[in-house]
């Protein structure tokens, strides 16, 4: 069974540019979490779906970020215009269940760097 | 609101047991959860903690005590392969968000 992918696996680019990130979660899993990781710092959520409506988005940092989850699958994450602070690795997770001890499955992550 | 603390970094060598705290504030949550990061992987599930006390899986043992706002993960028999940041993690049972929310992470060194 394939893990959480995200694409790519890093981005380089400039200020004032715009990044589409990509998370394929795991198959069958209706929660997909996004978060977020600048060095040396928490692991800091973003938004969470629920199949394709969006749960929770109280992390998303400004409306410079746009998440999309069409028809349940896969998940985007677009920064337009990208800024310096954006930099960081960008995690993706997927779960299944709804128990209080439910376990993510995270993909490697996408490292952006904004310059 | 939620806050985690752990040490940034931890030393140990190979073979012996290393301790990672983790303290909280918050006002209630579910469990405590364990991950582990190995450069450019992906964060990684290692344990969950519901209630007080020990959960042990192999040479990993985690620990919660909700009276006193800790827990802590516990690794022996070190290898090298142990070499990794570790977080711990909790789910806010006040703000009904199901994300959960990570700690800064402890970067473990293992050496020889």
């Known amino acids: 069974e394939a893990g959480v992918t995200q694409f790519p696996s890093h981005s380089v680019i400039e200020k004032g540019q715009t990044v589409t990130l990509r998370c394929d979660p795991i198959?069958?899993?209706?929660?997909l979490y996004w978060y977020r990781r600048v060095m040396g710092k928490e692991i800091k959520f973003l938004l969470h779906?629920?199949?394709?409506?969006?749960?929770?988005e109280s992390g998303m940092p400004n409306n410079r970020f746009l998440a999309e989850r069409t028809g349940g699958t896969y998940s985007t994450l677009k920064v337009q215009p990208a800024e310096l602070e954006d930099s960081g690795v960008y995690f993706c997770?997927?779960?299944?269940?709804?128990?209080?001890?439910?376990?993510?499955?995270f993909g490697s992550g996408t490292q952006l760097s904004v310059l | 609101g939620q806050s985690l603390e752990q040490p940034s970094e931890v030393t140990a060598v190979e073979g012996a047991i290393v301790q990672i705290n983790c303290t909280y504030q918050?006002?209630?949550?579910?469990?405590l959860s364990w991950y582990q990061q190995h450069d450019g992987g992906a964060p990684t599930f290692l344990s969950y903690?519901?209630?007080?006390g020990l959960e042990e899986t192999g040479r990993f043992s985690s620990f919660l005590s909700r009276s006193d706002s800790y827990g802590y993960l516990l690794l022996q028999e070190l290898q090298m392969k142990d070499s990794a940041s570790y977080f711990c993690?909790?789910?806010?049972?006040?703000?009904?968000?199901?994300?959960?929310?990570f700690g800064s992470g402890t970067r473990l060194q293992v050496q020889p």
């Open positions: 997770a997927s779960s299944q269940g709804v128990t209080t001890n439910e376990k993510l499955f």
């Open positions: 198959s069958g899993h209706d929660n």
């Open positions: 779906f629920v199949k394709e409506s969006k749960q929770d």
């Open positions: 918050t006002s209630g949550f579910y469990g």
């Open positions: 903690n519901g209630l007080d």
């Open positions: 993690a909790v789910r806010d049972r006040g703000t009904g968000r199901r994300a959960l929310t």
